[in-house]
């Protein structure tokens, strides 16, 4: 363990402490995580030794996926913080299954635990819907020639080979990522094994409320990415529209208030509200600062509602590698009329 890693161990959060939430097999799942992509700017080496601390910190739930290119490097980690002593059960190690490979499932899942170096995971995501390659990195103009529309009966023959790993035991549940409520209503329809936690965006700008009580009402918990708005994404995904929670005056008097960094406030809110969110961060004191917040005192009711209102529709994450024809813009992705897209 690293001078840096002993000193997280010395006042880091007691895992017991930490929020959790109830899936509807009865399993626990930490009420946050740690993230691990690393927006093209961190090594896998870094995010592999914030992945060692924040375990010593008492962080137990991970957000993996092969697409991060880094779970080789993550799985030594793994390793290193099972012979320190936490058992393999008190984890919760989710992966991801990358758009290339919804017809070899079973080999992605394989290849992602062997990388991880463990026996099974906690949780498997269809990373998104669609079906369509681009290689890690491209611009968001790039269009795979033969990218597809969303296609219920393709996507069931993904998730019948996600239910098979769960059947086979190479992983203990599954779910979705990047959905819309009109897509998760087939997949609910048609599912023999539904999905556990349904991944999507989440943070005060971008609030998702309708898919949030939908899920929710259907016993799939909201896990949510970019929590702090994401702010040290790759160029390629910003728009000169795009709004800055951290920079909210609403969320900056609260962080002043209780004398933390505003992206605290975002994964306070978070946890407070009902989903669990997935922040990185490959420095100390912000992961550990953001593990703290969920057990500190909660924030007030008025916080909330403030919160609660400042939703700006801001999606971060708008997929537009996904589109499968000229011309649509990325609004099609996300089903916004409520119905799917039409091919
Ligand atoms: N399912 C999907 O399609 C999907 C899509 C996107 C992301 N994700 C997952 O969600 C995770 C989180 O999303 P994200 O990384 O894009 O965005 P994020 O967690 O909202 O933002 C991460 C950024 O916030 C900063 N930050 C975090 N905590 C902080 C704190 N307490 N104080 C100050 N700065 C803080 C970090 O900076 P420092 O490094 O300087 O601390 C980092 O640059 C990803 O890592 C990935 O695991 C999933």
Not at 54 to 80: L, M, Q, T, W
Request: glycine share 8%; net charge negative.
């Amino acid at each position: 363990m690293s001078d840096e890693n002993r000193t997280a161990a010395l006042d880091g959060v007691n895992p017991g402490l930490v929020p959790q939430r109830f899936l509807y097999t009865g399993a626990r799942m930490p009420a946050i995580g740690l993230g691990t992509f690393g927006s093209d700017h961190v090594t896998a080496d870094e995010i592999a030794e914030a992945v060692k601390g924040a375990a010593a910190a008492g962080y137990r739930h991970f957000d993996c996926a092969s697409v991060y290119c880094n779970e080789d490097r993550i799985g030594p980690a793994f390793k290193a913080i099972m012979d320190g002593g936490v058992a393999r059960e008190e984890l919760w190690v989710v992966s991801k299954l990358w758009n290339d490979k919804h017809d070899d499932v079973l080999g992605s899942c394989q290849k992602s635990l062997a990388d991880l170096g463990l026996d099974y995971l906690d949780m498997y995501l269809v990373h998104w819907p669609f079906p369509n390659f681009h290689p890690p990195g491209c611009s968001v103009e790039s269009r795979s020639p033969d990218a597809k529309p969303y296609i219920h009966e393709s996507f069931m023959r993904t998730w019948r080979q996600m239910e098979a790993l769960v059947e086979a035991g190479l992983v203990r549940h599954i779910g979705t990522s990047n959905m819309t409520v009109p897509k998760l209503k087939l997949l609910l329809r048609d599912c023999r094994i539904k999905p556990a936690i349904n991944e999507m965006e989440l943070h005060p700008h971008f609030q998702q409320q309708e898919l949030f009580d939908f899920v929710r009402a259907n016993g799939i918990e909201p896990v949510g990415y970019c929590p702090v708005g994401s702010p040290g994404r790759p160029e390629r995904d910003r728009t000169p529209d795009d709004t800055v929670d951290i920079e909210d005056p609403v969320i900056l008097k609260i962080a002043q208030r209780l004398g933390v960094h505003p992206a605290v406030v975002c994964v306070k809110w978070a946890v407070q509200r009902g989903q669990t969110p997935i922040p990185f961060s490959v420095k100390r004191r912000n992961y550990l600062a953001n593990l703290q917040c969920t057990v500190s005192e909660p924030l007030t009711a008025t916080d909330m509602q403030a919160i609660a209102g400042l939703e700006k529709n801001c999606r971060l994450i708008k997929g537009q590698v996904f589109l499968w024809k000229d011309g649509q813009t990325w609004e099609a992705l996300w089903d916004v009329d409520g119905e799917i897209t039409p091919p």
